[in-house]
């Protein structure tokens, strides 16, 4: 799939979520349509990740100096230990 634009995606996949809901699907439809979601859903948490991954926070020591450092979520903790 190509680079995806996620507020795109996450539109469609309320669309689909939407029109299952309303049960006025053959069985194929709703099977087609839950396909189509995965995917959208798939594409989007990959998105989300890449985002993640690219922020940065900036530090600011005692001294003045700044220094920038990757974004931790909790999932990912740190290699060095807390000082």
Known sequence: MAKVDF???LAK???LVAEMEA???SLDQ???KFKEGVALAAACSKRLNEAERAIEILV???DGS???KPF???SEPSEE???
């Open 60 to 62: 600011k020591h005692e």
């Open 23 to 25: 049960a006025e699907l």
């Open 30 to 32: 709703m099977l087609a």
């Open 81 to 83: 230990p807390p000082t």
């Open 66 to 68: 700044v220094e920038t």
């Open 72 to 74: 931790e979520t909790e």
């Open 13 to 15: 996949l309320e669309q």
């Open 7 to 9: 507020e795109k995606a």
